[in-house]
């Protein structure tokens, strides 16, 4: 059932991060790693941080939970009335971030990257882009409300494909507006920030009419005496910092890679979003469907439930992102290549950023176990355990980045934000073990071990057929480079399924199933 769940909520993750692809192209085509692009990634971290703080990270591990259990305990109409309530408290609450950010979004940009001053009009563009940029903050937060409401009923394509409408109407913002700019006395990359303004609506109005199909009806009303609401309230507090460790690590490369040379924050982020791409087909499907569950089991005291819906989902997890992680470090400079490299993206950005996803990839499973990890320890209440480690992983990565980027610039800031993933990974899982007295450690670790001999005969392959392939058809054209590309990520993927099936790793053929039921 959960691998089901997972498949549903994976094929339509699948189709929004091919189109968050299709964007990262249009905008590296359009900008590649100059001044403008760097700009607006430090501006999107504004309003990013605060979503992935407040909207989407802690507001849906603490609002699912509590309304799984109203959904259980009490039936729709009691959990509809929580949903009213949560929507109008976050309209509140993040429609007045949203005006405070706006009011202080140039002392906040001079504050995130000080070193734009050196580039005339590069720090007064990055603090005009993220007051653009921030009330997308309101609309993100309901879209998350929407998904967990959906997910909580068992809905899972839907939510899982309302980002990719953000990716649409950021590209055809893109197409559309960028030559009109100009003529409005507007930098170009303006364009971007208003597609990424109408694409957070989007991302909440696709998910409207099968919310009213299920019988919800919202009306402004918000009750600061409802337990219920008082209970997710309570949970984000801590939540926010249990859920933020990655993006305030993030925080910190970006203000480190903004006095690095000129590029360094875009290679970061074209880099991070590529490595993103397994954790929102695998880690972030896998979670949404682990989440419910285990909030379900959890209110039925049903321990040993959840003990198995976890290692499944860590199961599911390591069998298809341990290749992944192996499959970016081989073919990180032909992917990139590939994916970026035309018109105002150069070879040396190719480089630079390969290098950085090479560094990125090692802490993939890190991500990607917490995805699942951290909101399960607010379905059990134990809500202080991840707060605690998420300041400890910080911590972490701000001292081994500081170090690294002395020794490996800005390549040193992808490889401490992995560190710091790993050590927060693991750490959870150790404390969650505990909890739940195990967690089929030995199976997991017999899992983890077969995998990774059938990964490293993927990566093997992988890295001989792309050499062969390079030498046999050089040239740059896209059709070679496709089909270099192709013919090792095909040979690599053969040798996994061999070796898998000589291995025999359950997990493997069993998501391999599922997930061919699904396209057919």
Known sequence: MLARSAASAGVATMASRILGLVREQVLAALFGAGHAMDAYNVAFRVPGLLRDLFAEGAMSAAFIPAFTQQLTIAGKPRAWQLARNVMTALVIVTGAIAIVGMAIAPPVAALLASKFAAVPGKLELTALLARIMLPTLAFVALAAAAMGMLNSLRHFFIPAFAPAMFNVVTIVCAIALVPLMPRLGLAPITAIAIGTLLGAFAQFAVQWPLLRREGFRYRPHVDWRDPALRRVLVLMGPGTIGLAATQVNIFVNTNLAAGQEAGSVSWLNYAFRLMYLPIGLFGVSIATAVLPTVSRQTAAR?????????????????????????????????????????????????????????????????YSVVRIVSPTFYALGQNRVPVLVSVASVLVNAVVSILLVRVLGYRGLALGTSVAALFNATALLVLLRRRLGGLDGQRLVGSLSRIVVAAAAMGTAAAAVNGWMTAWLPGSSIALQILRVGSAIAASLGVLAAAAWLLRIGEFTQGVAIVARRLR
Do not use: C
């Open 302 to 366: 049903d321990i040993a439930g959840v003990r198995a819906t976890i290692r499944e989902g860590i199961s599911l997890m390591l069998v298809l992102n341990v290749p992944a992680t192996v499959g970016l470090i081989v073919l990180a400079t032909p992917i990139i290549r590939l994916i970026f490299e035309r018109r105002a993206f150069t070879p040396l950005d190719t480089a630079a950023t390969a290098a950085a996803l090479q560094f990125y990839a090692v802490g993939l499973l890190g």
